[in-house]
């Protein structure tokens, strides 16, 4: 059984920082890839950044040089360092993992003040 939790969100001001953690508190598989997405009111969900367990990262072109993505495949765990927050960063952000199946987490709320 995969459980994926986030936790880390929060309200920041704009410029600031945050940093999302996520852990599959279930039973530990090798994901083929964990991602985190966000979903703004009245939008879509979309990807934000994503690590294979290779190591191999992407990233959304409106978060590169502000968010990294790292993670330990071993311990289903991924991380994602958000820099220089914007108010348009506002959104629910969600773990995903990938196996055969994909798993996401509930999503924890992101919420940048101008």
């Known amino acids: 059984q995969v459980h994926l939790v986030e936790s880390g969100g929060g309200l920041v001001q704009a410029g600031g920082s945050l940093r999302l953690s996520c852990a599959n508190s279930g039973s530990i598989v090798h994901f083929n890839i964990m991602a985190w997405y966000r979903q703004a009111p009245g939008k879509q969900r979309e990807l934000v950044a994503g690590i294979s367990s290779g190591g191999s990262t992407n990233y959304a072109d409106y978060v590169k040089g502000r968010f990294t993505i790292s993670g330990d495949s071993a311990k289903n765990t991924v991380y994602l360092q958000m820099n220089s927050l914007k108010p348009e960063d506002t959104a629910v952000y969600y773990c995903?993992?990938?196996?055969?199946?994909?798993?996401w987490g509930q999503g924890t709320q992101v919420t940048v003040s101008s």
């Open positions: 995903n993992a990938q196996r055969i199946g994909t798993y």
